[in-house]
């Protein structure tokens, strides 16, 4: 059966909606360390202080999940037994948590649940993954269904994979559940090994500023990307069989299967392979309170995604060429998968308010478009509450 949707009849029980488990799932920042995630590589990433919040209650039927969006004042049903892709891409999220859940052997029965949203959409902060972690881990507190943060992770990834078809790494479900209270998290993402760094940033704030902008590029060249870098992996594993991921590749390696690998792989590569040493150097800058080198390495971070990875946008160029002439920000790159979304900003709190009216402004000139603007604090992940 497919979801049906209706935009105004809610059930009128849920205007009395007695919540038996409440959840907030928050988006996440990342710092630096961008498309490298499903590269095996280093990511720096931080759940925020902004989320999605969720209420649950079982209902009295076997197989009806009933879910109302209060964001979207859309209101569906699904029939637990007969989960099939939407064409509404949200409630693919949702469909493809309670696939995977089903796929682990756990048995889910009626239940209602209502989303509300405090996430923008296309900003790079993954509101997909708040929606994702924030729903499986609601469902695995109300049935005590035993799942570990660990497989809320994976699951999913796994549903963001198999059912919304978005190849991603596993960098936004890690941060969006993991995080802790003003720590950003390096996480090694072939051992999942993560350390929390605490995030003193002194007198600075992080200040996102959103294109508002999503070009529709963005899930096939992300996807083109990963590809890119695994078919130079391949090339490489020919010779050098202990390689599983462009993490165990050098420089040197590079260099030596370059007219196999080809101009565009190489820069890929290339890329990637800079991106995990600018992790590295991040940790070392942030925890000797070095902010400047930390900003330097950002920059160097969204030149790269620029010129070699090739997945930023004007728009998004724009706002970090902006913010290289000012001393009081640090750094600035575009955050996320690219082709829109916002930039990520370490600049000093008290230049915040002029310096965002003062980049909308020219932003607004030169596109037509209002950015918008928001600071953001590293905040702890996924909190559920049995009421
Ligand atoms: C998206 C994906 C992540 C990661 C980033 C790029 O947010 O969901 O897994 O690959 O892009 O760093």
């Given at each position: 059966?497919?979801?049906?949707?209706?935009?105004?009849?809610i059930?009128?029980d849920?205007?009395?909606?007695?919540?038996?488990?409440?959840?907030?799932?928050?988006?996440?920042?990342?710092?630096i360390?961008?498309?490298t995630?499903?590269n095996?590589?280093?990511?720096?990433p931080?759940?925020?202080?902004?989320k999605?919040?969720f209420k649950?209650?079982?209902?009295?039927?076997?197989?009806?999940a009933?879910?109302?969006?209060?964001?979207?004042?859309?209101?569906?049903?699904?029939?637990l037994?007969?989960?099939?892709k939407?064409n509404?891409?949200?409630e693919?999220?949702l469909?493809?948590v309670?696939?995977?859940?089903?796929?682990?052997?756990?048995?889910?029965?009626?239940?209602?649940?209502i989303?509300?949203?405090?996430?923008?959409?296309?900003a790079?902060?993954?509101?997909?993954?708040a929606?994702?972690?924030?729903f499986?881990?609601?469902?695995?507190?109300?049935?005590?269904?035993?799942?570990?943060?660990?497989?809320?992770?994976k699951?999913?990834?796994?549903?963001e994979?198999?059912?919304v078809?978005?190849n991603?790494?596993?960098m936004?479900?890690?941060?969006?559940?993991?995080?802790?209270?003003e720590?950003f998290?390096?996480?090694?993402?072939?051992?999942?090994?993560?350390?929390f760094?605490?995030?003193?940033?002194q007198?600075?704030k992080l200040?996102?500023?959103?294109?508002?902008v999503?070009h529709?590029?963005?899930?096939?060249?992300?996807?083109?990307?990963?590809?890119?870098?695994?078919?130079?992996v391949?090339?490489?594993?020919q010779k050098?069989?202990e390689v599983?991921?462009?993490?165990?590749v050098?420089?040197?390696?590079?260099?030596?299967?370059?007219?196999?690998?080809?101009?565009?792989?190489?820069?890929?590569?290339?890329?990637?392979?800079?991106?995990?040493n600018?992790?590295?150097?991040s940790e070392?800058a942030l925890?000797?309170?070095?902010?400047?080198?930390?900003?330097?390495?950002?920059?160097?971070?969204?030149?790269?995604?620029?010129?070699?990875y090739?997945v930023?946008c004007?728009?998004?160029?724009?706002?970090?060429?902006?913010?290289?002439d000012?001393?009081f920000?640090?750094?600035?790159?575009?955050?996320?998968g690219?082709?829109?979304?916002?930039?990520?900003n370490?600049?000093?709190t008290?230049?915040?308010?002029?310096y965002?009216?003062?980049?909308?402004?020219?932003?607004?000139?030169?596109?037509?478009?209002?950015?918008t603007?928001?600071t953001?604090v590293?905040?702890?992940g996924t909190?559920?509450?049995?009421?």
């Amino acid at each position: 059966m497919k979801p049906t949707e209706n935009y105004t009849n809610i059930p009128e029980d849920f205007k009395n909606f007695k919540a038996e488990v409440k959840v907030a799932s928050p988006g996440r920042i990342n710092l630096i360390g961008e498309h490298t995630d499903y590269n095996q590589g280093f990511v720096m990433p931080s759940a925020i202080d902004k989320k999605i919040h969720f209420k649950f209650r079982k209902n009295d039927s076997d197989n009806s999940a009933r879910i109302y969006s209060e964001t979207f004042e859309i209101y569906v049903e699904f029939d637990l037994n007969k989960i099939s892709k939407s064409n509404n891409s949200w409630e693919n999220y949702l469909l493809g948590v309670i696939d995977e859940i089903q796929k682990s052997g756990k048995t889910l029965t009626g239940f209602d649940c209502i989303i509300n949203s405090e996430l923008p959409i296309g900003a790079g902060i993954s509101s997909s993954a708040a929606l994702e972690c924030g729903f499986a881990g609601g469902l695995n507190s109300l049935f005590s269904l035993n799942l570990s943060q660990m497989d809320i992770v994976k699951l999913s990834q796994r549903a963001e994979n198999n059912f919304v078809g978005n190849n991603c790494g596993i960098m936004d479900q890690f941060a969006s559940v993991m995080s802790r209270k003003e720590h950003f998290i390096k996480l090694d993402c072939e051992s999942l090994e993560a350390e929390f760094i605490p995030a003193e940033i002194q007198n600075c704030k992080l200040l996102l500023l959103n294109t508002n902008v999503s070009h529709n590029l963005a899930d096939s060249e992300y996807n083109t990307r990963r590809q890119e870098c695994e078919n130079a992996v391949a090339i490489i594993q020919q010779k050098y069989t202990e390689v599983k991921s462009l993490r165990q590749v050098t420089f040197e390696m590079l260099e030596e299967f370059k007219e196999k690998i080809g101009a565009t792989g190489l820069k890929r590569c290339r890329y990637v392979l800079e991106e995990n040493n600018r992790v590295q150097e991040s940790e070392k800058a942030l925890r000797s309170g070095d902010l400047k080198a930390l900003g330097k390495l950002m920059y160097a971070s969204h030149r790269g995604l620029q010129h070699q990875y090739e997945v930023s946008c004007n728009e998004l160029d724009f706002l970090v060429d902006f913010s290289e002439d000012e001393s009081f920000i640090y750094g600035s790159r575009m955050m996320g998968g690219g082709f829109g979304g916002c930039t990520i900003n370490l600049i000093e709190t008290n230049k915040i308010d002029d310096y965002v009216e003062k980049v909308k402004k020219a932003y607004q000139e030169k596109f037509n478009i209002i950015p918008t603007a928001i600071t953001v604090v590293p905040d702890e992940g996924t909190q559920i509450t049995k009421v």
